[in-house]
């Protein structure tokens, strides 16, 4: 895993281009113009509120991410005094107070509720497929392709996922529609994003065998029902523990009959992960064995603040670039290695950075390879004067658009929010109004830390099953001295760089024989040798010697029937002490 990004080594030569094309892109985008207290004019006002105030923006999220459970005009306006009735913009403040009155209570939750949903609605395609179609049908028209998503989180049952199974058919029965468009069969072809972790309630990083096998009976029949319906699938990537697992589910779904020659496939890569370039060389070598291309989706990731948090938490490393510059140019080097893969990998570049999109497009055009070829993407509502400049420079530009109802959406709509109200968003900094310079500046990231020097004892972080060489380290024992490297994420102790093993209880030895005081239960044979051959204690009691608690205890005397014998000897000894004092 590398830990910082490396540019291409044409990148400097390519600085010049990079700048023209962006500026290009800059000078053609419109700015947005919002009709005063319209709507859309009050959810930018939110937007930056949110932006300059952090702790209003938490309250923001949290208040969004709690509306859909309020049943009533009190519990809405209760609520909104409790998050906003202090540290709040005064248009904020003003709607505080209007809750504290009974009779204003069905009023304020009204106008609460349809501006969330109204704020929904601008990133949300629809509550269903079918009602996402007008808006498809418009992109389409307009010369725009588009990718269907439909929204949802973690699958629970069997039954939840046969659900989104049959989801995912009545997807292709609507989209069968869009053959009458009118516009080119590229762009109007039907594109879906599928979660594997929607097909099942067992998707287990650390069983990837049994996994495949529980996808495998609904996955197969959505891309047979795709071919029918001469549609493309995108496999969406998740949270990092799932990465390597959704890898093996590509590499084993492409050995399937029907499957392995099919072109309309695609995968996303993650650009803010420190191992995203080994991601890509992964997939290069799938569809290399497969002898037919890949779509690859390089985005920079939509999970920072849980991947950074969760890794903190169990002591892993952290699997993110903890700095905006870092991931922007870990994303500039991932677009290099994308076009260095071409065919066998084609390129797909979703960025909202004006910056990223220049970068792609011209190492695109220095590895000429055809426009036709290479597409930009953009999530649906964000953005929009920068990809229609995008589509006027002759590419192919398509719009991610997410479709569900308003409760399963909610996360996305948090997520969506979290990126619209970055101080570092592109969208919130409104570049085509600002320095051209400044957008197109090549990121720089800082240095490495060094590293704040650790406590001597720090308990054992759990290992990362979403890890396949963690896997192996788990299988192997713990006496394995790579694999507790792999599963630390850091060097071993001194005491285990010495050569002694510890913590390891003898092959054949119970599990509850490590805590015995003085190792595996021996035979019965007076003298015999436990089962590790020494006769000697087990690896908890090696442990408790090597920091002096205890000294290694001695072998049984001749006669003795097992180890047991000193210690009560001792307690009688004890006993008859105490019997004198007394």
């Not at 291409?8 to 892109?25: F, Y």
Request: some cysteine; overall charge positive.
């Amino acid at each position: 895993m590398s830990s910082e990004p490396v540019s291409p080594t044409h990148a400097r030569d390519l600085e010049p281009a990079i700048s023209e094309r962006g500026r290009a892109l800059l000078a053609a985008v419109e700015p947005e113009r919002l009709i005063a207290l319209s709507p859309a004019w009050w959810q930018d006002r939110l937007m930056e509120w949110a932006t300059d105030d952090p702790e209003f923006r938490v309250k923001l999220l949290r208040f969004v991410d709690v509306l859909p459970a309020l049943r009533s005009s009190r519990a809405i306006a209760d609520h909104v005094r409790q998050y906003f009735r202090d540290d709040a913009p005064a248009a904020v403040r003003l709607g505080s107070a209007i809750g504290r009155r009974k009779i204003f209570r069905p009023v304020l939750s009204r106008v609460v509720r349809q501006g969330v949903f109204a704020m929904a609605e601008r990133f949300i395609g629809g509550a269903s497929p079918a009602a996402a179609l007008p808006r498809l049908r418009e992109l389409v028209e307009d010369g725009t392709a588009y990718t269907i998503d439909l929204l949802g989180e973690a699958t629970l049952s069997e039954a939840e996922a046969d659900g989104y199974r049959d989801r995912y058919f009545e997807v292709f029965q609507v989209l069968g529609k869009s053959r009458g468009w009118d516009a080119p069969s590229d762009v109007r072809q039907p594109n879906v994003s599928i979660k594997l972790s929607a097909l099942t309630s067992h998707f287990e990083p650390a069983a990837p065998g049994a996994t495949y096998a529980a996808l495998r009976g609904r996955l197969l029949p959505i891309l047979e029902c795709a071919r029918e319906a001469g549609a493309f699938v995108n496999i969406n990537m998740e949270q990092y523990r799932y990465k390597d697992l959704t890898h093996t589910v590509l590499e084993q779904l492409v050995r399937e009959e029907g499957v392995a020659r099919w072109p309309d496939l695609g995968i996303v890569v993650q650009a803010y992960l420190r191992d995203a370039g080994d991601d890509i060389a992964r997939i290069e070598g799938i569809a290399r064995e497969r002898g037919a291309p890949i779509t690859v989706r390089l985005v920079k990731g939509a999970y920072w603040d849980e991947e950074t948090i969760l890794a903190q938490q169990q002591s892993h490393p952290v699997p993110v670039f903890e700095e905006k510059a870092a991931t922007d140019a870990n994303y500039e080097r991932c677009s290099g290695l994308l076009v260095e893969a071409y065919p066998h990998l084609r390129p797909a570049f979703a960025s909202h950075n004006p910056r990223s999109l220049a970068q792609a497009i011209a190492v695109a055009e220095e590895a000429r390879i055809p426009r036709a070829e290479v597409e930009f993407q953009m999530l649906y509502g964000m953005a929009e004067g920068l990809r229609r400049a995008v589509q006027a420079q002759g590419y192919r530009t398509r719009v991610y658009v997410p479709a569900g109802e308003i409760l399963p959406g909610m996360a996305y709509l948090v997520r969506r929010l979290l990126e619209n109200t970055s101080n570092e968003s592109w969208l919130v900094n409104k570049h085509e109004h600002g320095d051209a310079a400044e957008a197109l500046r090549p990121p720089a990231p800082a240095p490495p830390a060094t590293p704040a020097r650790r406590r001597r004892f720090r308990n054992h972080p759990p290992p990362p099953t979403g890890v396949a060489p963690s896997r192996r380290a788990q299988r192997h024992g713990p006496g394995d001295r790579a694999g507790a490297r792999i599963v630390r994420g850091r060097s071993p102790p001194p005491h285990r760089r010495r050569g002694r093993r510890v913590g390891r209880v003898a092959r054949g030895a119970s599990a509850g024989d490590a805590l015995r005081p003085h190792g595996p239960r021996r035979r019965s044979q007076g003298g015999a040798r436990g089962p590790c051959g020494s006769g000697g204690a087990s690896g908890l009691s090696r442990l408790a010697g090597h920091i002096g608690a205890s000294p290694r205890p001695r072998p049984p005397a001749s006669g003795e029937a097992d180890g047991r014998a000193p210690l009560r000897a001792r307690r009688d000894d004890g006993l008859r002490k105490r019997q004198a004092l007394a």
